[in-house]
């Protein structure tokens, strides 16, 4: 995301943020035995929010600090990545033309993050998808040189952000996690 310039750059480093966040709010904890936790083994995303859950670090009223709010905010922009990357591995529309990354990453933002986010935020993503860089740019991020050898590379970075995805829905759904504030 940073190779995307300096407006996706922002965003990237929101994104490294929530990273260290979970891990100041949960490996400290987890490395004491604090929660409950007392081996690594147990350490995943289920023994998380469990143990957040537990121990009333998570409070579904207002935002409080904890690891299972963040890993919501990365859940969603994992979404938005995933819905990006399909829009750049689909093929042209009926007249032949490709949608531009900036349509295709407003249309995700739109799905994934934009009902999540006050007025002023989805604002000022709009220039993000203004900068972001053509086509022919993402295709060299993926190492390749045309849309055809793009897409299987595509497919398979898609197939498995989709599998995380789909296994944290669950978790964050199985414990009505899914609309904390």
Not at 45 to 64: D, H, I, P, Q
Not at 77 to 88: K, R, V
Request: proline fraction near 6%; glycine fraction near 8%.
């Amino acid at each position: 995301m940073e190779s995307l310039g300096p407006m996706v750059g922002f965003f990237s480093l929101k994104v490294k943020e929530k990273v260290v966040l979970i891990r100041e709010l949960w490996l400290p904890q987890e490395a004491h035995g604090r929660l409950g936790l007392r081996t690594p083994a147990r350490f995943g995303l289920k023994a998380m929010v469990e143990a957040e859950l537990k121990a009333g670090v998570v409070n579904f009223s207002w935002r409080s600090a904890s690891g299972c709010r963040t890993l919501l905010r990365l859940h969603r922009s994992l979404l938005w990545l995933q819905l990006l990357l399909e829009g750049l591995a689909g093929g042209p529309d009926a007249q032949g033309q490709y949608r531009t990354p900036g349509e295709l990453g407003r249309a995700a933002y739109m799905v994934a993050l934009a009902p999540h986010h006050p007025w002023v935020l989805r604002q000022a993503a709009e220039f993000v998808f203004l900068a972001l860089p053509d086509r022919r740019h993402f295709l060299e991020l993926v190492c390749v040189r045309s849309q055809r050898e793009a897409t299987p590379i595509l497919r398979s970075i898609i197939d498995a952000l989709a599998l995380v995805h789909a296994q944290t829905q669950q978790i964050l759904a199985e414990h009505d996690m899914l609309e904390l504030p």
